[in-house]
């Protein structure tokens, strides 16, 4: 078994004991450390985020994706713009035999053989590079997929999801090349968009060695709309559908489809507000007759070390949004899990799941 999370990875046998210790995920990379504190002055590797994995049944590798962004050199943590996905192979089935890492750049700003999709640079709308934020992977019997969530890098401003598709067998065999076909869902060209919005979170499904083999093999994404709607609410997913798989093998030439499914009605979760009774911490930071001990008031004390008390508003903090959390392809069914309103009578307190599954008839096409 293997699990990833923030920077680092480990590897643990079937009844949950590890079997090494925890592996950075810059090392497992190939990088430097993301800081070496043996140098004076520091020196900083590159950010690695957003790491996940899947074992894949069907050719008995493990694969990890992470989303890794370059510093502008190693004696700064200034980010230089330039961002990849970051993709590791087993070389066998045991996660703790050798891997290949192949790089995918991301920023989609005409360097490095990406698209330019235009981004911006901070406030000045000037040309700068894009953000792969958020990746996801999935496979089928052909392909193996990411999906990103395309932002400015430094601006605020969301561009669309981006697809990126590949051969399942040539990554598992150490190929020195990949071929990789992307597709922008924010491209009116493709004739994806619905209700003139492009993609979000579109997550691939994972098949448990399951293939839809009309059409030469087809992959399957879902994503929410409700993110996209000024109430935040809406009673569709949307149904992605990559056909011609089979050729990722050789000349890929793949064709991209989206549809909406009717669902029962969902809704962004809203904010949640602090339990009663508990210390908010934007009172605890500004407020300097706010006990703490019988001898100490206010907890900007404990934090900043008596340089307080500052004013700070409280937050609501975020249940999270709606966007898709899971999709499976298993027993000609395609299930998925995204976020949604609880409505137990406390609507504005509540977030959680909703499950939906779907049957082959009602998917395909």
Request: net charge negative.
């Amino acid at each position: 078994m293997l699990e990833t999370v923030n920077d680092v990875l480990q590897v643990f046998d079937t009844a949950g004991n590890p079997m090494a210790s925890p592996t950075a995920l810059n090392g497992f990379c190939g990088y430097v450390p993301a800081i070496d504190r043996t140098k004076t002055p520091l020196e900083f590797g590159p950010e690695l985020t957003d790491p996940s994995c899947l074992f894949d049944r069907d050719t008995q590798r493990w694969f990890h994706v992470v989303l890794t962004l370059d510093r502008v050199n190693n004696l700064t943590q200034a980010l230089a713009g330039t961002n990849h996905l970051d993709t590791a192979v087993s070389m066998t089935s045991n996660p703790l035999d050798a891997w290949n890492v192949y790089s995918i750049p991301v920023q989609d700003g005409g360097t490095q053989g990406t698209p330019d999709h235009h981004c911006t640079l901070g406030t000045n709308p000037a040309h700068g590079p894009c953000l792969g934020d958020n990746p996801h992977i999935g496979a089928d019997t052909n392909g193996f997929y990411i999906t990103t969530n395309e932002y400015n890098f430094v601006s605020p401003g969301f561009h669309g999801a981006q697809i990126y598709a590949m051969s399942k067998h040539q990554l598992p065999a150490g190929a020195s090349s990949i071929a990789v076909v992307q597709f922008d869902t924010a491209d009116t060209s493709l004739g994806v968009q619905l209700d003139g919005h492009p993609g979000f979170t579109v997550w691939p499904a994972v098949s448990t060695a399951e293939s839809e083999d009309d059409d030469n093999g087809k992959e399957f994404f879902l994503s929410s709309e409700a993110v996209f709607q000024i109430t935040g609410t809406d009673n569709r997913l949307r149904l992605w559908t990559m056909q011609n798989t089979e050729s990722l093998d050789g000349i890929p030439a793949l064709q991209l489809r989206t549809r909406a499914v009717n669902t029962i009605f969902y809704s962004v979760p809203p904010r949640s507000n602090q339990k009663p009774g508990d210390v908010p911490l934007g009172q605890c930071l500004s407020d300097s007759m706010l006990p703490v001990t019988p001898n100490l008031t206010g907890c900007w004390r404990l934090v900043v070390g008596g340089t307080g008390p500052f004013p700070n508003t409280e937050k609501v903090v975020d249940s999270n949004d709606s966007r898709m959390q899971q999709v499976v392809l298993a027993n000609g069914k395609l299930c998925c899990a995204r976020h949604r309103v609880v409505d137990r009578g406390r609507p504005n307190n509540q977030g959680g799941y909703s499950l939906f599954c779907y049957q082959s008839e009602f998917w395909q096409g």
